[in-house]
């Protein structure tokens, strides 16, 4: 399905371009209040009009992206590593250590993820770091166990078996040929896991246990909307859509990836 | 057959007891004295000292966790620090709401979903398999609470169908209650529909390329006995994992949706107690939903070999 | 001579894919009624999508584009789908190559094989489950009727070929299209399911199609044979005449891959020393788990020793313990009892240089070559690989060692491939490139050739045997083929139930094995010429001609 590669590509274009100027620059200052202009509609002076405040939204959803896909790609990239090491090392050397990692993480995944969060922002405190640790701490059971079976399927194959044969040390089997081996399916939970850690930001933050007001992000601004429907329909309409825009960019190259490495076409 | 299930049950007993652990666990590193994190402001320091020597919040983890346990096998969860009322039926009141709205969205999902998944996987690549699959995209890229949001505009707001705000239970009203109900179901049905398409398609596309498949054919089988007897058992195994996880995820995720229309669910529950500081209803929300998460992946588990009879075996 | 209309008769047969690429151009075949008649090819002959088209069953993106497909004269191309729905099941029947997804594992075994009845017939309930009983019991499932309800994952390969067999031809249909249906079964099991169906198909008056590489099952079963390479015909005609006088060079090639090959050359020196000693060596799984000590035994009181530049054959049937005795031997399992002594030492010895020397010294040759070498590394880097380990060699030497060995093998200037762009074939040489990159004294060959085409065997096992008479390696050669074993080994073991049944020279075992075991394994390899005779169409004895 090259159309949906191709459409996910320029919506990460897209959004992590507006994230990434947002970080230098936006058209105006979001915090910026002008109550003279209060929650006026869509103009060429305010591509996509002012909320209650007076501020412009472009500028603050702009911020908005650049914190809250900065957040997913710290959150992934620490889940990431950290799962990939905890996996490799439980599915390659099995017995106690195993058992052990698994019993806590069996845990862990005994309660659904965004729980999870909320229970952590507990004890983590509300605020970026907080939320980077508690959805990186939610997901991280479900990276190992991707990267767990990943690792215990590819044990099996004979040229495992080959390079222990060689002569090679179980170190390096495991980190030359098993885990560049599992890429494929990281690649894919990795994906996975941005578009989620996006939702659950973005959902904590719209409940109010994110970042907190009036630091700009897509969840909160989304809440603050909420009292304006019937005036100021433009104010749930932007933030949203960046939100839903953000999952099927990261749902469709998921979905590309996973055709790709489709193990039927890495046989023949 | 019967060594799987004793299997299971005994695996279960065990993720039981680490769910309680973790739960207990968790709530005592918050930061704060944990006495008076469950005890709260209110009350004289005389009935503070009769809980405090119930609940053993004065000693060391281990024995805290034993008091904990056996309070909860007579069903004392605690007091709620914000309303002084017992925390147990507190939980069950708003529980029964969420499970409502969460269980009937999920039966439509999955009677709409596993069907036109099927479909889509016998018709693959054709222009209905592809109108599909970009629909389930869609959706389950939406936001929950921003559909709910849009279809709460839509329907309370410009078309004044539903009502935006409130709660009747169901047996009080039956009608009315369902009005409140519609919104929230609809929206989560539409998302999990997404998901669950999308699952059930890839799994039959998976079987339709197995031999015994084209073996039935070749018996002779019209296409719809070859898709309901061959394909959708051995298609559905999967999809049923899924739904078992979706339902736990739900539990966690509904608290967003029930903030949307304000219902007096659970996961409200929850949020507000975090705001509150309301620990013991916290910890006995978390605890109620991580107990009920189990169960449910338990229940797939004793449906999968009906599907899947291999798996008895092991 | 009887003019008798053929059952069927296909003509000119084209299938071509959505793209427009042909897979099977111009093919012309017949078959007469009960009798069995072959289409034989390697992969990418086209002969199982020739096959499928006859009950119309390709896959989604291939079409019957011309020619005629006549049964009893009526044109199965040209008919309606629900024509060909009524057919199929009373009139053809097709049974698959891979048991383990060949049945329905969601269904118990009686409800699949009463579902066609069911469809065609107007049968009662008692009557059907009567006829399935007596099905079952025909092809030999022993607790027929306690089979009905049980499920297919609690049988065995061969066991589920056989109940796929009783279930297609319940129906006794006209025409029997079998695809491959033995190339995963061992060779006992084959020689169980092919006389069986012979059997079936000559009391019901079936005619089949039987679909195979193995020329050698060819020259036993069927009457009549057609070649196919790439989608065409290459020659066709009566299996003796087809045998004994081959028109094509291709056809000649495949006849000689199926052939006995000439005995290996004479037996080393007995002086010689043996580079690998086993002693009394068993293997038992399990012992852990249940702790009673009953665990399975794979090998049981082994011994044996390999001289230097001898190949020694362990054959057996599947469950032998022929491949767990191999990874014993190299220290990839522990041992339950007895001793292996690699150059004389013990392998298992607690002196960690003596291990790691037996380790390096000893290397295998996998037998899967789709999964023995990992997907994401060069050719070259794979070779290179075990070369890390060889202290003192300059990188300089390294890499001539490399280029050195891929020229041995014939894979020059490939250095930069990587596996899925090689053949099965290539991958093979790419394996024992990298066993012999060491040129160590001793290898392990699990099966080598088991899963190439016929003809690719014969190119692979040649080239193995002129690699050890080069480097002199001592060699455990383990397989089920006794043709490939008659190539390259001096000596045979053969192995039942984790024990050595019997062990000597190649000739002579192969000869005149003393044991029944031996003797079964023999009979049931199939081959053309040799010892193991061509006796061929006695079995079917039909007035056809």
Redesign the interface.
Known sequence: MKLNLIIGLLLVILLGGAAAIGAAWTPYNPMQLDMLNRLSPPSPAHWLGTDEFGRDVLSRLMTGATTSIGIAVTTVLLAVSVGMIVGLVSGSLRGWTDRGLMAVTDALLAFPGILLALALIVILGAGSTGIILALALAYLPAVIRIVRSAVLSIREKEYVEASKVIGNSQAYTMFVHILPNCLAPISVVATSMFGWVILAESALSFLGLGVAPPAPTWGNMLSASQPYFERALWLSLAPGACIALALLATNLIGDALRDRFDPRRLQA | MLTYLTRRLSMMLLTLSLVAVTVFVLIRLVPGDSATLMLGEAGSPEQLAVLRARWGLDQPWPIQFLYWVKGMLTGDFGISTRTGEPVLPLILARFQVSAVIVLTAMVIAVLIAVPVGLYAAWKQNSWADLAVVSVATLLLSIPSFWLGLLLLVIFGLKLGWLPILGYVGFGEDFSRATSFVILPVATLALIEIGVLVRMARASAIEVLRLEYVTHARAKGLPEWRVLAFHVFPNAFAPTLTLIGLILGNLLGGIAVLETVFTLPGMGRLLVESIFARDYPVVQGCLLLTGVIFVLINLFVDMLYPIFDPRVARA | MTLQMPLLEVRNLEIRAAKGMPIVEGINLSLARGTMGALVGESGSGKTMAS?SM?R?LP?GLSVTKGEILLDGEDLSKASEKR???????S???I???PM???????SVGAQMA??LR??TSLSRQEIRQLCVEMLERVRISNAAASLSA?P??FSGGMRQRI?IAS?MLLRPKLLVADEPTTALDTLAQREVLDLLTELARDFNTAVLLITHNLGLVARYAETVTVLRKGRVVEAGKTASVIAHPYQTYTQNLIAAAQVGEGKADIVPPDTPAVLRAVDVSVTYGERTHGRGAGVAAVSGVSLDIRKGETVAVVGGSGSGKTTLGRAL?G?VPLSSGQVAFKGMDIAASNGTIR?EA??G???V???P????????RIGSIVH??L??VPDMAPADKERRVREILAEVGLSGLDQRLP?ELSGGQRQRV?IA?ALARRPPFVVADEPVSALDMTIQAQVLELFRELQESYGFACLFISHDLAAVRRVAQRVIVMKAGRIVEQGATEDILGAPQHPYTARLIEAAPTIGGTDGFPLVEVRAKASS
């Open positions: 499928r009950l069953l989604p060909m729905r009524q057919l199929r099941g009373q053809l029947g097709m698959f190559q891979e997804v060949s049945l329905n594992p969601a269904m579902e066609a469809l065609h499920f994952h609690e796929m297609v190299l990839l790691r380790r390096l000893c290397q295998m996998f037998q899967d789709y999964s023995s070498l990992d997907p994401r590394q690989e075990p890390r380990h899925h394996a990298r």
